[in-house]
Each structure stands twice: as structure tokens, then as C-alpha cells.
């Protein structure tokens, strides 16, 4: 599943449409768009932090985030040092507390990376740069911009999905300026294609799923045999994972177990015994 | 778009910024893309990671290390019935990737951190040593050799080894490349090489060097003049396990001269339980973790007939080539 989020309709409109999203009731209070299969939901934040922060979180109080799921907030920043493009957030420093955020940064891009300071209200450039200077964790050589959600959008994903899950991608708009909302589609028209073809990259780098399953004969095998030995919760608790080794280990438990079922077991207490004893033919197979 | 390589991305502590140790890693990586952090637990330590997806091309951080730079050994290490036994942290991770290794269940992250003030861990050393002697493990969290191309801190840790005579080192090491003709030679410093069988190391022990590599390492090693220690530890129990660590000893009858060897270190397979279940539930398809293993006191182990088992059997197979007081249970049974 992929969560986009923009903080404005502007920013996120070339999102909507070449997608073919559709508006969508999510959680109450926040505007959403859904792709007719279900598999992309583009969520309005509205600007700010707070903002930012409540519509994340609404979200995921209502949608379930997976291991496999993407977050990635598209939306535009002011320039402060560097120069106009497209940008992948690679540290997000929170003027009003501090902190810093750090999304992972696994794959290469075919972006530059940015660091990104979020602030609580527009800035003019100059101020901007004046006020930032301090900042001397920040390295020198890296575009700086500067933005009004990327702090709270990684913060309020990230107690649902992990750094490896959040992509901050941002567009340079202004230098501080305000702009009008015309001006603002029309500069992330023009990034959008370029941030599309890094979403699909991005989404099609899947976590590594690692799942253990049993077939339908393996499972009925197993069950019959948890029957026959009259097994209790934690003698099914052990027999599974007896199983489970000896699948993943290539050992034929099957026989062994067919060969036990073809013989009586009247009480729990025998059951005990058989499952000990299939247990050491296991272990020692 | 590709997935970053190992170290693209170097994290430097603000306080790690501009350290003799922080500027040579960085040399090597000239085209790394370097991220100052505050503090090393912004990264290290955030929620939820992928340790997986993070170590197949880990992150460096460069930090400072604080507070206790010593700690004493921990009950379910092999102490070699050394009094005063410790171990220290200069680097946390391995860029090797051992399905049962037990850092994959203390760590949050894939990435890995390397300390910078080797400095102030060796003070530390010597104000031990004024006060007794210090047998200590300093490839602990980590693979050192491994690790000496981008650190030269196994380099650094036999030049210390060297020149203080009251202090013992083992650098446990699964091997790496040749051994760096810059590590000090001397008595006091071992190198402990950790042998499984071929097809264990194949299927276990990924990115870390073939058996038989691990083998010339350890005889190069002893050419220099290091004492060499064998660590069979954990031994692996898979359903071939016996014939293979069989082939194993007589492949080593071929190699090298037992006599040589300084000792030896047996152990099973012992894991703590919020590790496992860690560990369980990043790699679920693994057999070696989904073992039955039971858990007693915090601690998953073999279960006890096949723990004895397994001990007797590789015991009887290193008391058949050197002499028992060579021989060393991470458990005395
Ligand atoms: S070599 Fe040692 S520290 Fe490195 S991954 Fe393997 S077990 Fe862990």
C-alpha cells in the first residue's frame, strides 16, 4: 500500500490525476483520495506541523500500516541554500524543538538529497538564512530548504511504520515568499513526473517477505495428529514448532507421524509419550 | 535507482566531527555522503528499523563513546578461567551476516556504529591495569578483522596489546582478506578464528569467509607469530551436523599442527529470550532459529540430552588432538 500525503490540494493535484485518484472517506476531518484498486491513498495534511501531525495520525488510527506499506510526502519547500529542484529529505531538523529526524536512506536516487529545516510560520529567504546559520550540524555543502511539515509528518508516521518506510520528497517553490495557489500547481506540475517515476522505484522495492506456510495436507496431517494424541494447547504449541523445523530443515516428519496414527493412543499421558518420541526421531533425523 | 552500498552513508556525532579516527574512516570513503547527527541514538536507536533491509548495505555512524567503556564478561561468554575477564565495545555490529548471531536480537538497527575515541577505551585499559592484570575480548559486538579496512582497530588494539605487559586481547574473528601486516605480532594479543563446517558456514554464516579461507587466515596468522585459539562456538546443530564437524576435524588434521594451537573454545548454541524471539520473527524461515531449543532462566539452549550430546561429540573430537587443559567449555561440565 502507498500513503501519499501533500500538505495542499495544489501541491498534490498532478498526483491526483495523473494516478486517477478519487476522493475518498478516510478518518473524519481529513480530504483523501483513492486509486480505484485501493493500493494508493493520497491524504491532504494541510500546512503546518500540527496540522501535519493530526492528519498522519488520524489516518493510521483508522488504517493499519504494514511492514511492506510506503509513506511519502510530496510537497514544496523554500529554497534556502542551493538550488531549485526536486529533493529527497535526508535529515529534517524541527526548528521549534531541535530535534532532528532521520528517514533511512537505502536506495540511491536518481535525486540529490537535502536537508530540510521544518519551521512554524513563513520565513523570508534572508531571514531564513540569518537564523539558520547556527545550525552548524547541518554540513555546509548540502542544499538546505526549508518547509512547514516535514517534521511532523516523519514524527507521526513513525509510530506506525518504520525509517526504511518514509520518503520526504520536495519540490523548491519560493524563497520564502507566499505564493499563489496557481503558481504553486503549476511549479509541482512541473516536478511531478520526475517524483512519480521515484515513487514507482520506491514502491517496488519490497521488504523481504519471509513466510512460513504449511500446505493443505501438511495441515491436515497435523491436525489429525494433534487429535490422535489428545494434545493439549502447549503439546500443540510444541508439535508445531517440531514441524515448522523439520519443514524448514527438509526432514520428512510425515511418515513418521502416518506411522504413529496407524498404531492406538487412548490418553493425553500416551500422547505425551508419542509426542517425546517424535520429537527425538526429529531431532535426530 | 540502486540500493546504496555498504557505508555510501556515513552519520558523524557532531562531537565525532573533525577526531583523528572520524577523518581517516572518512578518507576512505570519499564519496561517501556524510549526515552530522546530534548524537548517535537519532539513528542508531529509532523506532521500528528493518534491521534486515539495513544490513544488506549498512549505514556507518561515527560516535563518541560515554560512560562505561569496560564491562566485565558477561556469564554466557567463555572466560578461559581468566580472573579478570572484560570486554570492550568499539564497534557495534558486523558487517557479516550470521543467521544466528545475537546482535541481529540486541540491536534495533542494521547500521553500524564505530567509536572514534579508541583513545579514551585505552586510558580506561591502563587504569585497570594499575590496579590488575586484564584479559580482555575487544571484538565483542562486532568482526574487528573484518572491520580493519575501515577501522585499523584490530591494528590498533595489538599495538596497545604490545606495549602493556599485564594486558591479554582475543580477537574473535570469523577471518577477512590477509591479515594486515600492520598488527603488532605478540604473545598478547590472540587471535581466536570461529570454525563451522563448510556447508554450515555456506548456509549460516553469509558474507562472513568460507571454511577454508578461515583456515589459511588462522595459518597466516600463526606464521606471523600470533597465537591462535579454534572456536567452535556456537557448534551448529542441523540434521548433518556430526558427519560435517567430523569432516571438519579431518580437514583441519590436513591443514594444521595441533600442537600450535593455544586452545581451544566449545560451545552450544545459547541465546536469551527477548533476543530469539526477536530474531524469530525477523527471519522466520530460518531452521537454525525455529530448533526447538528450550528456554531456562531467560535463556534458550539445546535441549539437555543433545546439548550433552553435542559437547561430548566435539569435545571427544578436539581431546583427540590436544591435550584436555587446552580445551575450554563455555560452561565448565
Ligand atoms: S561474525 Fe560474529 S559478530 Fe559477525 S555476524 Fe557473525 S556471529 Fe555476528
Redesign the pocket.
Known amino acids: 500500500m502507498l500513503y501519499l500525503f501533500s500538505a495542499l490540494y495544489q501541491e498534490a493535484a498532478p498526483l491526483i490525476d495523473t494516478l486517477k485518484l478519487k476522493k475518498t472517506d478516510t478518518a473524519r476531518g481529513i480530504d483523501s483520495f483513492a486509486s480505484e484498486d485501493g493500493s494508493v491513498l493520497l491524504t491532504l495534511t494541510g500546512t503546518g506541523n500540527y496540522n501535519a501531525i493530526a492528519a498522519v495520525s488520524a489516518l493510521f488510527a483508522v488504517r493499519e500500516a504494514k511492514r511492506d506499506d510506503q509513506v511519502i510526502f510530496y510537497g514544496s519547500a523554500a529554497l534556502v541554500r542551493g538550488s531549485a529542484f526536486l529533493y529527497r529529505v535526508r535529515e529534517i531538523h524541527d526548528s521549534a524543538t531541535g530535534r532532528r529526524a532521520f528517514p533511512d536512506l537505502l536506495l540511491t536516487l536518481p535525486l540529490p538529497d537535502a536537508a530540510a529545516i521544518t519551521l512554524p510560520r513563513v520565513m523570508r529567504t534572508r531571514t531564513m538564512v540569518r537564523t539558520f546559520a547556527a545550525h552548524e550540524e547541518i554540513g555546509e555543502s548540502v542544499p538546505l530548504l526549508a518547509d512547514m511539515e516535514s517534521y511532523g509528518v516523519y514524527e507521526a508516521a513513525a509510530r506506525h511504520v518504520g525509517p526504511d518506510q518514509i520518503t520526504i520528497l520536495r519540490f523548491t517553490s519560493d524563497a520564502g515568499e507566499k505564493i499563489s495557489g496557481r503558481q504553486m500547481q503549476s511549479v509541482s506540475e512541473q516536478y511531478a513526473p520526475g517524483a512519480l517515476e521515484v515513487i514507482r522505484e520506491i514502491c517496488s522495492v519490497g521488504e523481504d517477505q519471509k513466510e512460513v506456510k504449511l500446505s493443505d495436507e501438511d495441515e491436515a496431517l497435523l491436525s489429525r495428529f494433534s487429535g490422535w494424541i489428545h494434545a493439549s494447547v502447549s503439546m500443540n504449541t510444541e508439535l508445531s514448532r517440531l514441524v515448522n523445523y523439520a519443514n524448514l530443515s527438509a526432514i520428512s516428519w510425515q511418515p513418521i507421524a502416518e506411522e504413529y496414527l496407524a498404531l492406538p493412543c487412548r490418553s493425553r499421558v500416551q500422547g505425551k509419550k508419542i509426542l517425546e518420541e517424535f520429537r527425538e526421531r526429529i531431532l535426530h533425523a | 535507482m540502486r540500493e546504496r552500498k555498504a557505508f555510501s552513508v556515513i552519520y558523524v556525532e557532531q562531537e565525532a566531527m573533525g577526531r583523528k579516527e572520524t577523518e581517516g574512516i572518512l578518507s576512505r570513503f570519499p564519496d561517501a555522503e556524510v549526515i552530522v547527527c546530534g548524537d548517535y541514538h537519532e539513528v542508531f536507536n529509532r523506532r521500528r528499523q528493518s534491521f534486515s533491509k539495513q544490513h544488506r548495505a549498512p549505514a556507518l555512524i561515527l560516535a563518541v563513546h560515554h560512560g562505561e567503556l569496560i564491562h566485565q564478561g558477561s556469564p554466557v561468554c567463555q572466560s578461559f578461567r581468566e580472573d579478570c575477564f572484560y570486554y570492550a565495545s568499539s564497534i557495534m555490529n ?5 543467521t ?4 541481529k536480537g540486541m540491536y534495533e538497527s542494521g547500521d553500524l556504529v564505530v567509536f572514534v575515541n579508541l583513545e579514551d577505551l585505552f586510558q580506561a585499559v591502563e587504569d585497570m591495569l594499575g590496579e590488575h592484570p586484564v584479559y580482555l575480548c575487544v571484538s565483542y ?3 574487528l578483522l ?1 572491520m580493519e579496512p575501515v577501522t585499523g582497530y584490530a591494528s590498533a588494539w595489538s599495538r596497545f596489546a604490545k606495549e602493556h605487559e599485564d594486558l591479554l586481547i582475543e580477537i ?3 577471518g577477512y582478506g590477509h591479515l594486515p601486516s600492520s598488527m603488532a605480532v605478540s604473545e598478547r594479543t590472540i587471535l581466536a578464528y ?1 570454525l563451522s563446517p563448510a556447508r554450515a558456514a555456506e548456509q549460516f ?1 553469509h558474507r ?1 569467509p568460507a571454511t577454508n579461507q578461515r583456515i589459511e587466515n588462522l595459518l597466516e596468522a600463526q606464521k606471523a607469530g600470533f597465537p591462535v585459539r579454534l572456536c567452535f562456538d556456537p557448534v551448529l546443530v542441523y540434521p548433518s551436523w556430526k558427519e560435517d564437524y567430523a569432516t571438519l576435524f579431518q580437514t583441519l588434521d590436513q591443514k594444521i599442527n595441533w600442537e600450535s594451537i593455544r586452545d581451544i573454545s566449545v560451545g552450544t548454541f545459547r541465546l536469551s529470550s527477548d533476543y530469539m524471539q526477536r530474531m524469530r520473527r525477523q527471519d522466520p524461515t530460518s531452521a537454525l532459529l525455529a530448533y526447538p531449543y528450550v528456554c531456562t532462566d531467560g535463556f534458550y539452549h539445546l535441549p539437555d540430552t543433545i546439548e550433552h550430546e553435542v559437547e561430548t561429540y566435539v569435545t571427544k573430537l578436539c581431546r583427540d588432538r590436544v591435550k584436555e587443559e587446552k580445551i575450554f567449555l563455555w560452561r565448565e561440565v
Not at chain 2, 544466528?100 to 546482535?103: D, P
Open positions: 558486523c558487517p557479516y551476516d550470521c544466528y548471531c545475537w546482535l559486538d562486532t568482526d573484518a574473535r574473528t570469523k570461529t554464516e562472513a
